[in-house]
């Protein structure tokens, strides 16, 4: 089987390059030029580099390598971008990019079996935070980011292409080796200090990265078509339990947890995303990023990937931070 993976220079691109080898497919990474490819020197991996700012472009590159390599059985759409400078290129990465791939693939009529679209939790905004029941599939998608707005665009235009063969995966919080956010949370309780947002109840959830990848795999080679699942570890945890778990695993006694109060965050993240604009450097903390710290439910209901394509998370929290904390001490992250 030939699978394309885009944004496969990316924390989670590698790891889905990875799983595909290891189950004996002929990978394609899709790239661009300015790529890094520290995670992906496995000598198996096939390259391609992909314009998408252009559709001309993009069709030349593609019918091009169709000629040479034949269709692909499957694509993952994992290309993506969770902050900018300019809340445009939401707009014009998430969904155009995605949009001109797929003009581009239905065009020279070499649609995949499965087109899978790695999507976000961010598209369903604020959950229900009285009495904290989970997104599920009659949750209507309200999303109060601009990242969220983005990724539930691309997810609108692929519902609305008649026989379109897609699935969704809108993932909860991803982590594990590579990935940098969490590791900046991981580096802090470290040196002894928890930063909390907010007073009320929390519940946070988690998917390991290697579960992810197993998930998409098992989801195109055996999920049904046309329909979007959430994807998390079954159980959700409060920022009490995640500082506890890191104490443990990093052997740390001591750790000060500061709750900052909300409107305080708000603050720091608008001048943080107006030293951004100034600078020309996209800040962590913006607008879009004080709406997801706020949140308080991150519940959602796996049920239906685990009847569809026996979606079965093997790491829990506790294990899934074991080993990344084991991998940021060997890189020297740690």
Avoid at 127 to 137: A, C, L, N, Q, S
Wanted: hydrophobic letters at 40%; glycine letters at 8%; one cysteine or more.
């Amino acid at each position: 089987m030939k699978i394309l993976i885009t944004g496969a220079g990316g924390f989670i691109g590698g790891h889905l390059v990875a799983e595909a080898l290891e189950r004996g497919m002929e990978v394609w990474a899709a790239v661009r030029k300015t790529t890094s490819r520290e995670f992906l020197a496995d000598e198996r991996i096939n390259f391609l580099t992909l314009d998408y700012s252009s559709e001309e472009a993009l069709e030349t590159i593609i019918s091009t390598h169709i000629r040479e390599h034949g269709t692909w059985d499957y694509i993952v759409h994992n290309l993506g971008v969770t902050k900018a400078v300019n809340y445009l290129d939401f707009e014009r990465v998430n969904y155009g990019y995605m949009k001109t791939l797929v003009d581009v693939l239905r065009g020279l009529g070499a649609l995949p079996r499965v087109f899978l679209l790695m999507s976000s939790l961010s598209v369903m905004g604020v959950g229900d935070e009285v009495d904290y029941k989970p997104f599920d599939d009659n949750s209507i998608p309200l999303p109060n980011t601009r990242y969220g707005v983005s990724k539930l665009k691309a997810e609108t235009y692929l519902q609305s292409i008649e026989g379109m063969p897609y699935t969704i995966f809108r993932c909860t919080g991803v982590y594990g080796p590579h990935e940098r956010d969490y590791y900046l949370m991981l580096k802090s309780i470290k040196r002894g200090v928890d930063f909390g947002v907010g007073f009320k109840k929390q519940m946070l959830t988690f998917i390991y990265v290697k579960d992810l990848a197993v998930a998409v795999m098992e989801a195109l080679q055996r999920g049904p078509l046309r329909r979007a699942y959430y994807i998390s570890e079954p159980r959700a945890y409060t920022q009490a339990e995640f500082r506890e778990l890191a104490c443990k695993l990093l052997g740390k006694r001591v750790v000060l947890p500061l709750k900052c109060p909300l409107w305080l965050v708000k603050c720091v993240c608008a001048v943080s995303e107006r030293l951004g604009r100034l600078t020309g450097k996209a800040s962590t903390l913006n607008g879009d990023k004080y709406n997801l710290l706020k949140q308080r439910n991150w519940l959602c209901d796996i049920t239906p990937a685990s009847r569809d394509f026996g979606f079965a998370p093997q790491y829990d929290l506790e294990h899934g931070l074991q080993e990344s904390i084991a991998w940021y001490r060997e890189a020297g992250w740690l």
